[in-house]
């Protein structure tokens, strides 16, 4: 934001700034395929309450376990 020349959505990012941050990407795994998420675009749940949404789902052979990538409310985010 310091920089002198201007560009192409700086007052869409000093709005998104001024409002604060609503929403942050998280991830999350599961430790058995029967476990894998039901794809992208769900809802995110904790504790029973909808608190995002799924963006990428799948299963890692690496890890060994479900993957999934989203974005949950700010305030609910851990």
């Keep these: 934001m310091d920089k002198a020349v201007a560009f192409v959505g700086r007052e869409a990012l000093r709005a998104q700034l001024a409002a604060g ?41 690496r890890l060994g376990r479900a993957i999934a990538m989203g974005y949950a409310r700010a305030d609910l985010a851990c």
């Design 21 to 61: 941050i609503r929403k942050r990407l998280v991830t999350c795994s599961r430790s058995t395929i029967a476990a894998v998420f039901r794809g992208a675009a769900n809802p995110s749940c904790m504790d029973g309450r909808n608190v995002g949404e799924l963006t990428s789902t799948g299963y890692s052979r």
